[in-house]
T-cell receptor, first 113, second 116 residues
Framework: DAGVTQSPTHLIKTRGQQVTLRCSPK?????VSWYQQALGQGPQFIFQ???????QRGNFPDRFSGHQFPNYSSELNVNALLLGDSALYLC????????????FGSGTQLSVL | AQKVTQAQTEISVVEKEDVTLDCVYE???????LFWYKQPPSGELVFLIR??????QNEISGRYSWNFQKSTSSFNFTITASQVVDSAVYFC?????????????FGGGTRLMVKP
């Protein structure tokens, strides 16, 4: 049973560029959430997707956008990258939206130079 | 607004010692969930426990135990007879049901180093 898979594992970009990160949820899960984890800090909620719609959003600018596909996989897009966007981006999946146990992927380490 | 505080940023113990990781939370809701996650060097967060605000019974799972005290807004985690494999960063988190989605608010984490 495959868990949550994320790609790529590492990525290096320069300021001003755009990036797309991908996530496949655990088999049977229909909800995907994205978190940003800066070095030495706890993860911060970016947004959640359920039924192909953004259901809830954290305190992140519109440069951060996402999408969920009919097969429940998801993408996180970040435009006009800033140095401060350098972080580990974690995807989490669950069955249902409300307070379910989250299963996390190993993340994508994004470095912005 | 929700807030989770893990005052201990780093703890170092010798194998077989007991260790307690502290977690203090703030919320205005009477109904909420508390979580503990473990983050090994590989990066993924591993779920350890979920506890709802109406269940203050302490829980034990093998060498792990959790002490939930609503009166002090604390949800502490104890590892008994620690092992080197317990070395990781541990996060306490809070969520509020009734809101669309299951957004977790995480603390800053405690890095636990268990030395042989």
């Amino acid at each position: 049973d495959a868990g949550v898979t994320q790609s790529p594992t590492h990525l290096i970009k320069t300021r001003g560029q755009q990036v797309t990160l991908r996530c496949s949820p655990k088999s049977g899960h229909d909800t995907v959430s994205w978190y940003q984890q800066a070095l030495g800090q706890g993860p911060q909620f970016i947004f959640q997707y359920y039924e192909e719609e953004e259901r809830q959003r954290g305190n992140f600018p519109d440069r951060f956008s996402g999408h969920q596909f009919p097969n429940y996989s998801s993408e996180l897009n970040v435009n006009a990258l800033l140095l401060g966007d350098s972080a580990l981006y974690l995807c989490a999946s669950s069955l249902g939206q409300i307070n379910e146990k989250l299963f996390f992927g190993s993340g994508t380490q994004l470095s912005v130079l | 607004a929700q807030k989770v505080t893990q005052a201990q940023t780093e703890i170092s113990v010798v194998e077989k010692e007991d260790v307690t990781l502290d977690c203090v939370y703030e919320t205005r809701d009477t109904t909420y969930y508390l979580f503990w996650y473990k983050q090994p060097p590989s990066g993924e967060l591993v779920f350890l426990i979920r506890r709802n605000s109406f269940d203050e019974q302490n829980e034990i799972s093998g060498r792990y135990s959790w002490n939930f005290q609503k009166s002090t807004s604390s949800f502490n985690f104890t590892i008994t007879a620690s092992q080197v494999v317990d070395s990781a960063v541990y996060f306490c988190a809070l969520s509020e049901p009734g809101r669309a989605g299951n957004m977790l608010t995480f603390g800053g984490g405690t890095r636990l180093m268990v030395k042989p």
